[in-house]
């Protein structure tokens, strides 16, 4: 998809095959004045997978996770985005506070062309959004406020979806039903791009991790490829290359 | 899709602010409306007064001095005929128009008659004028050897002051919807701004904005209106070039007042500085009083503002019986400043896009 506003991103090319990449960032660098955010950072979103973007604070993944849905124009490199458009969920909920959620899910259905009533009922059934429907967004809970801002993103199938930290403020069960969501959709050929600091939660069901640190790619492996060693989880492996790689920036022993 | 879907948005939206909506658009517009009834007295100060000859004998010494005598009391200005002083009347350009009668040097002359027109439909000038009548008659008593006689002469329908500020207030309307309530729903589309920046784009939303809150404006209009036939004013409203110019006025207001807001990126110090451009323009746009009253200075200012010209316009539509091609330059003026608006408007939403 070509977005007319940003000249740095180009068209996706309808004849990809599967394992050709849905969304691809080549060579993002971003500064903001003398600060550098990302330094020639490659981001390549396969269809069917389960991305996880993870680094810490400070690391870039907003800044990136931003480029890619357009929000953002890069100091230098290209994007490549799905001609559909990016399903955006957003770290601070997204949406019209002063409308019903099922005003702001109906909003955007003709915004982006929605018309999938089941799937529109499946997502609120799953996020449990049924029972708030008729109640004024901005008197959400901070986890139904997620939920809906979840929803949103995902109401019109988009071929990838970028949701930027989308366990926060959700509970337990809800987090093990949007899991579900998420594989579900993953399995149907969507991919799915999450930015996140619970890499814990995510651990069991990615495909692909990329690890942020200080603006540069740490880690861009396949899940299949990844060697824990001698570290018990995905999230102890990570914590450790991130201290690895704060010790050598700083020059700690 | 964009368009219609943002549309029906901002419809659901209107219902949750049904009772801001109800307030700023029946209650303040019918209040300020019956306030006008208040209203009775005018200050008189300075104002432009146009000056011509009755005819072809009078010479230019004679228009010379009586120009020089009009300099002490209005900003005296000679025309070349009649029918254009007529005209500069009509378009506000001139609060009163002085015709001098030949022969005032005349020895064998004993009694002039000097002719002090004035328009019927502005109100505020019309204590000022008798006070320029009676000055200006001693004035031209003293300088020539014939008794001169002032008479002044009221054109066009004569209408109350409250006639006269019912479309100054529905302006005003339209400047406070402009430079508040219009800001304080962009501020509030902030929330979910970059949802929308994926979604759709900042100018579709801008512009879905501008045109629903403009097609608004027809709601005070009809309040107004309800308001005018209560008190059985004679006012126009519903003309149709005097709608076409109010909206004309709203959509430059807005484009102002949003670009500000963009260029602020959707702040509330946007919002504060709207509020500031809107007292500026209610102070410097000389609605209710004519030019060149309290200042000169004001005069000239007033001059500059397109809001002024919007009034004239709409003033004279709804209050005097003229036709619409009389003020064709003023409209032409007003659409041109309405297209730099709208351009600036771009911009800053260019320059917001590559800013974020």
């Known amino acids: 998809m070509t977005r007319p506003t940003d000249d740095d991103r180009t068209g996706g090319d309808d004849h990809r095959n599967d394992h050709d990449p849905i969304l691809a960032l080549r060579e993002i660098s971003k500064a903001y004045g003398d600060v550098t955010a990302l330094s020639g950072v490659d981001l390549s979103v396969e269809p069917g997978t389960i991305h996880a973007l993870v680094g810490p604070n400070g690391s870039g993944k907003t800044t990136l996770f931003r480029i890619a849905l357009g929000l953002t124009r890069p100091s230098s490199g290209s994007v490549d985005a799905p001609a559909d458009g990016i399903g955006p969920g957003f770290q601070r909920a997204n949406f019209y506070r002063d409308l019903t959620v099922a005003e702001n899910l109906d909003v955007f259905a003709a915004l982006t062309g929605a018309d999938d009533e089941a799937w529109r009922e499946e997502l609120c059934s799953t996020l449990r959004l049924d029972r708030v429907r008729d109640r004024r967004a901005g008197d959400l809970s901070g986890g139904f406020g997620k939920k809906l801002d979840l929803a949103l993103a995902l109401l019109n199938r988009p071929a990838v979806v970028c949701l930027d930290e989308p366990m926060g403020d959700l509970d337990d069960v809800s987090k093990t039903n949007l899991l579900d969501l998420l594989t579900d959709y993953r399995d149907e050929g969507h991919a799915v791009v999450v930015s996140t600091h619970q890499l814990g939660a995510f651990a069991d069901v990615i495909d692909h991790l990329t690890v942020l640190h200080d603006g540069a790619v740490l880690v861009d492996e396949p899940r299949a490829a990844i060697d824990l060693g001698e570290h018990d989880s995905l999230h102890d492996l990570y914590v450790a290359r991130s201290l690895a790689a704060e010790r050598d920036a700083t020059g700690d022993i | ?356």
Request: charged fraction near 15%; charge should be negative; glycine fraction near 6%.
């Open chain 2, 1 to 356: 899709m964009d368009i219609p879907s943002l549309l029906g948005k901002e419809v659901r939206w209107s219902r949750h602010r049904l009772v801001t909506l109800c307030f700023l658009l029946l209650v303040l517009p019918a209040f300020f409306a019956t306030t006008t009834a208040a209203f009775g007295t005018v200050i008189p100060e300075d104002a432009p007064v146009g000056i011509v000859a009755e005819n072809e004998s009078v010479t230019d010494d004679e228009i010379a001095l009586i120009k020089g005598g009009l300099t002490l009391f209005s900003e005296p200005r000679v025309y070349e005929n009649a029918s254009a002083a007529r005209r500069a009347l009509q378009r506000e350009q001139v609060y009163a128009v002085l015709e001098v009668p030949p022969g005032l040097y005349d020895d064998g002359t004993n009694n002039v008659t000097f002719t002090l027109t004035v328009d019927g439909s502005v109100v505020p000038f019309e204590q000022p004028s008798k006070a320029i009548q009676g000055i200006a008659g001693g004035y031209l008593d003293r300088e020539f050897d014939a008794d001169v006689t002032v008479r002044r002469e009221v054109v066009g329908g004569t209408h109350s002051l409250s006639e006269y500020l019912l479309p100054v207030f529905l302006l005003g309307i339209v400047m406070l919807f402009a430079f508040t309530y219009l800001p304080y729903t962009l501020a509030r589309e902030r929330d979910v701004l970059d949802r929308l920046l994926v979604e759709s784009s900042l100018d579709a939303v801008v512009a879905t904005k501008i045109g629903y809150f403009a097609a608004l404006m027809l709601i005070p209009t009809l309040a107004f209106g309800a308001a005018a036939a209560y008190l059985n004013y004679s006012v126009t409203l519903f003309a149709p070039g005097a709608i076409a110019v109010l909206l004309l006025t709203f959509v430059y207001l807005a484009a102002i007042s949003t670009s500000i807001m963009i260029l602020t990126n959707f702040d509330t110090v946007g919002r504060f500085l709207n509020v500031a451009v809107l007292l500026a323009a209610i102070t410097f746009s000389n609605l209710v009083y004519p030019v060149g009253f309290f200042s000169p200075v004001r005069r000239e200012i007033a001059r500059l503002i397109p809001l002024h010209y919007s009034m004239v316009v709409t003033r004279s539509l709804t209050l005097k019986d003229t036709p619409p091609s009389l003020y064709g330059d003023y409209v032409l003026a007003l659409v041109g400043f309405t297209v730099l608006t709208l351009f600036v408007l771009k911009l800053s939403i260019e320059r917001y896009k590559r800013t974020i």
